[in-house]
């Protein structure tokens, strides 16, 4: 069982930056692949980016250059840093967590960009 805890989400400026955090419990966190999802407003949830155990990392499009993921074992933590923000980066993001058949969603944190 994994609880994911995300935070860091907020209001921001365009060009602004935020970084995501999702903290989870369970001992074997590393063995998970970490995705990062958005949600916004009257749209369908799609994938931003992702780790996987061997920290190799996926991006969208939409947001390459921009955002980085990245994730601390030892803290049980994976990082989103969003940098150069856009009004349609504006969503609520979650962070999910896959190993095998497994995979377990966070509450959401919500990100806001605008002027």
């Known amino acids: 069982q994994v609880q994911l805890v995300e935070s860091g989400g907020g209001l921001v400026q365009p060009g602004g930056s935020l970084r995501l955090s999702c903290a989870a419990s369970?001992?074997?966190?590393?063995?998970?692949?970490i995705y990062w999802f958005r949600q916004a407003p009257g749209k369908q949830r799609e994938l931003v980016a992702s780790i996987n155990n061997d920290y190799i990392t996926y991006y969208v499009d939409s947001v390459k250059g921009r955002f980085t993921v990245s994730r601390d074992n030892a803290e049980k933590t994976v990082y989103l840093r969003m940098n150069s923000l856009r009004p349609e980066d504006t969503a609520v993001y979650y962070c999910?967590?896959?190993?095998?058949?497994?995979?377990?969603w966070g509450q959401g944190t919500r990100v806001t960009v605008s002027s």
């Open positions: 369970g001992s074997i966190f590393s063995t998970y692949t």
């Open positions: 999910n967590a896959v190993r095998g058949a497994y995979a377990y």
